[in-house]
């Protein structure tokens, strides 16, 4: 039992836990309120949500292989029926989030994933890309055909959108937390649900289902995997966790509107996802990490730039903003092809002890090494195989018979 406890991986995740649960308070501690306001908990609480749709998103196109351009809108509709069931029939609003991933789930299997299970590649994504082109006109529709009156904005409110103000704490805990720790413990919680529920998924039949559907559609079905349903179900599923991660969205920005999630919003989805890391969970959290600090990060690296760059190309800094963007978005690319997540796994599989798995330094520097952004670079300095030791552990044994 003590060394179960004592292992790295139980000890990491009691840390974090930990840090989780402190993390609202810790701007009021010495030394480090000087580093950590009161605002990183509502960045924090914007992580959340911004993590349970990509997760749902990693699940589509990384897992089950459909790429989707419209995953914005899915993540409008939770959000709508969350602040309509909110704002209108006075339902509380874990159960109005709760209803709304349910909904929308079923929404997204029954009218685009059976309508899409014979489409593929770039045909799947222009059919949901014309979803988002699509919902902010349907979002305000108001005519009259043959006598006939379909008038949503009596719902959706028009182009104004529905506000529901800033959430409030529980009687229990009110007093106890204000509107922001209780946002942040709200969103957080259901953000580390959604990603226990996820990781499970993946490795589970259902999950494994995906994995062969996304590498082979021709293999998939001749070991008996059913094309249509799967893909239904991933659409089904992905669309529950956007719809939750909508309703997440709404409780932190209090506000959601016809513009709230646009065709920007729908590709820098897809782009933090190949960012992160397709197909993994740290992916995901490395893309939400990205969508976070993207904003706050830009912003600082723009007034730098433009300090040392001549007037007369640049008048404003937020001039920039798109060319650092694109910038920092390729050398990303080029660098890490496989994601932030990729490098991770890459450096922990190099960095460890064939027989032993402890740590390394040298298989790390080898690992280090070989990834894309430093092998350009030349650095660190080469490691060669037999500083590092063989990589095979068959190979330490030279007597052993193959």
């Not at 406890?5 to 030394?31: D, I, K, N, Q």
């Not at 969350?82 to 339902?91: E, G, H, K, W």
């Not at 897809?270 to 969970?281: E, N, P």
């Not at 080029?334 to 450096?347: D, E, N, T």
Request: charged share 10%; aromatic share 10%; net charge neutral.
């Amino acid at each position: 039992m003590v060394e179960t406890l004592l292992r790295p991986r139980v000890l990491g995740v009691a840390l974090l836990a930990v840090l989780l649960v402190v993390f609202p308070f810790l701007h009021t501690w010495p030394f480090v309120g000087d580093f950590i306001g009161p605002f990183r908990t509502f960045q924090a609480a914007s992580f959340a949500y911004w993590l349970v749709i990509l997760l749902s998103m990693n699940l589509l196109t990384g897992y089950s292989g459909q790429i989707s351009l419209g995953h914005a809108a899915l993540v409008a509709v939770g959000a709508y029926i969350t602040a309509i069931l909110f704002d209108q029939y006075s339902v509380p609003l874990g159960l109005a989030v709760l209803a709304a991933g349910l909904v929308t789930g079923v929404l997204g299997a029954v009218v685009i994933g059976l309508p899409a299970v014979r489409l593929s590649g770039p045909y799947l994504a222009i059919a949901t890309f014309s979803l988002v082109i699509a919902l902010p006109q349907i979002l305000k529709m108001d005519i009259d055909v043959a006598g006939v009156t379909l008038d949503l904005t009596r719902w959706t409110k028009g182009t104004r959108g529905i506000s529901i103000g800033e959430i409030e704490a529980l009687g229990p805990v009110d007093g106890l937390f204000d509107a922001r720790q209780w946002l942040y413990y709200v969103s957080m919680l259901t953000a580390v649900i959604m990603t226990f529920l996820s990781w499970n998924l993946i490795r589970s039949r259902i999950g494994r289902a995906f994995v062969a559907l996304r590498d082979s559609e021709i293999a998939a079905q001749q070991m008996g995997i059913n094309i249509r349903l799967y893909k239904a179900l991933a659409f089904g599923i992905s669309s529950c966790y956007a719809g939750i991660g909508g309703g997440l969205f709404l409780m932190a920005q209090g506000v959601i509107s016809p513009g709230s999630m646009d065709v920007l919003t729908s590709i820098n989805l897809l782009i933090a996802i190949v960012i992160g890391g397709l197909a993994t969970i740290l992916g995901s959290i490395f893309g939400a990490l990205y969508l976070t600090f993207q904003g706050e990060l830009i912003s600082n690296i723009a007034p730098a730039i433009s300090s040392v760059v001549p007037e007369q190309l640049v008048e404003d800094p937020e001039t920039l903003r798109g060319a650092i963007f694109g910038s920092l978005l390729v050398i990303t690319i080029i660098s890490f092809p496989r994601g932030f997540a990729g490098a991770v796994y890459h450096l922990l599989s190099r960095g460890s002890a064939p027989k032993t798995g402890q740590p390394d330094l040298r298989r790390w520097l080898a690992g280090l090494r070989a990834l894309p952004f430093f092998a350009r670079l030349g650095w660190p300095k080469q490691v060669t195989e037999s500083e590092v030791g063989p990589t095979d552990p068959e190979e330490e044994n030279p007597d052993h018979q193959h």
